[in-house]
């Protein structure tokens, strides 16, 4: 009887561990670099992109700086990760949250209407971040996936 209840109680003790590693969210700071050859831009221009990204949940900034259509540009945006909106540099919002430990981004225009729908997630190793994502344009929906590598 007693090593049924050792059992039991180590049983117990596995889940709740589980349970606690399967809650915990990925860090994604770090300095990220676009890797073409893995990447489907479903015809974005960009040539080049780096990210470097400050993340202590729930507060999520990143800097990105490329080459699109041969124009170079620089992009910071900041929001949180719990769901609530906060406004990016285009007049719209930026709305993050988690599923599970993939971070899952909606963006919006000025009017509310939703044009990127997009989930980030970090490889098991911390080498790599995949991010899907839909953008809706006038020209209909662009579906993009993109492996970014660590620096």
Same mark, same amino acid.
């Given at each position: 009887?007693r090593s049924l209840?050792?059992?039991? $109680?180590l %049983? %117990?003790?596995?889940?709740?561990a589980?349970a606690?590693? %399967?809650?915990s969210?990925p860090?994604f700071t770090g300095?990220?670099?676009?890797?073409m050859?893995?990447s489907?831009l479903?015809?974005a221009?960009i040539?080049?992109?780096v990210v470097?990204?400050?993340h202590?949940d729930?507060?999520?900034?990143?800097?990105a700086?490329?080459?699109a259509?041969?124009?170079?540009?620089?992009e910071?945006?900041s929001f949180t990760t719990?769901g609530?909106s906060?406004?990016d540099?285009?007049?719209?919002?930026?709305?993050?949250h988690w599923?599970g430990?993939?971070? $899952?981004?909606?963006?919006t225009?000025?009017?509310?209407?939703?044009v990127?729908?997009?989930?980030?997630?970090l490889?098991?190793d911390?080498?790599?971040?995949?991010?899907?994502a839909?953008?809706k344009?006038?020209?209909?929906?662009?579906k993009?996936?993109?492996v970014?590598?660590?620096q």
């Amino acid at each position: 009887m007693r090593s049924l209840q050792k059992l039991f $109680v180590l %049983a %117990a003790l596995a889940l709740g561990a589980g349970a606690l590693s %399967a809650q915990s969210k990925p860090d994604f700071t770090g300095t990220w670099k676009l890797n073409m050859e893995k990447s489907d831009l479903g015809g974005a221009p960009i040539t080049a992109l780096v990210v470097t990204v400050g993340h202590k949940d729930p507060s999520f900034t990143f800097t990105a700086k490329g080459t699109a259509g041969g124009e170079d540009f620089e992009e910071t945006e900041s929001f949180t990760t719990d769901g609530k909106s906060s406004p990016d540099s285009h007049g719209g919002t930026i709305a993050a949250h988690w599923d599970g430990k993939a971070l $899952v981004l909606i963006g919006t225009t000025p009017e509310g209407t939703e044009v990127e729908n997009a989930r980030m997630a970090l490889s098991p190793d911390g080498k790599n971040i995949t991010r899907d994502a839909v953008q809706k344009t006038d020209e209909g929906e662009q579906k993009r996936h993109e492996v970014y590598d660590k620096q």
